[in-house]
């Protein structure tokens, strides 16, 4: 079984509808980060969890929400999707510094 | 603000040797990873160098130079396996974020 999850791996919805993508995490890191992948712009940073209690906003987190159900699960939910959150979107945790990464969600707005 | 940069694509044949570059400029450095990703599939951890100097691990080597704000990445005896995107990425601040670069897209011809 893969360490970490993301559900689902693919997902298109329309503008203004809201969305959550989900992660799972079976390596016990009380880390864990949300990123989005888009061409020509590498990996930027949206939300991030030192633990269970503790969230805090990356580089663009605007337009996103995050909730920390528990050490091993992660949402981030788009409140009113619109096209420019098309991307690929990535979960990520860490025990300190190395960043294992989920295997991916495409997210389409249309 | 962090600045990253690596080349955007390169080209190398199977069996050679090839170098990706990757300069940064960083308050707070506290390490430099290098991660592989496949089209479509999650980044992969390759390479971790906090200190100044060579790190090797089979047929990737990775290298760091803090006073000049360098690495390369250098992969040998290339196989075909290894076309894919080469992430260079940074960690600083007391937040320990990672910042990546864009990615150096490497094909690797027969």
């Known amino acids: 079984d893969a360490d970490v999850t993301q559900t689902p791996r693919n997902r298109i919805t329309k503008t203004g509808k809201r969305i959550m993508l989900e992660c799972s995490q079976t390596k016990g890191h009380d880390r864990m980060y949300w990123y989005r992948q888009d061409p020509g712009l590498g990996l930027r940073l949206i939300y991030y969890?030192?633990?269970?209690?503790?969230?805090n906003k990356g580089e663009i987190s605007d337009g996103y929400s995050v909730s920390r159900q528990a050490q091993a699960k992660f949402s981030l939910s788009l409140e009113s999707a619109i096209p420019n959150q098309t991307a690929l979107y990535f979960c990520?945790?860490?025990?300190?510094?190395?960043?294992?990464f989920g295997p991916g969600t495409r997210l389409l707005v249309l | 603000g962090q600045n990253i940069d690596q080349p955007t694509e390169m080209t190398a044949t199977e069996g050679a040797i090839v170098q990706i570059n990757c300069t940064y400029q960083?308050?707070?450095?506290?390490?430099l990873f290098w991660y592989q990703q496949h089209a479509g599939e999650a980044p992969t951890f390759l390479s971790y160098?906090?200190?100044?100097g060579l790190e090797e691990k089979g047929r990737f080597s990775s290298f760091l130079s803090r006073s000049k704000g360098y690495s390369y990445l250098l992969l040998k005896e290339l196989q075909m396996k290894d076309s894919a995107s080469y992430l260079c990425a940074v960690i600083s601040g007391s937040a320990r974020q990672l910042t990546f670069g864009s990615g150096t897209q490497l094909t690797v011809l027969p």
């Open positions: 960083t308050s707070g450095f506290n390490g």
């Open positions: 969890s030192f633990d269970v209690k503790d969230i």
């Open positions: 160098n906090v200190l100044d």
């Open positions: 990520a945790t860490s025990e300190r510094e190395t960043q294992y």
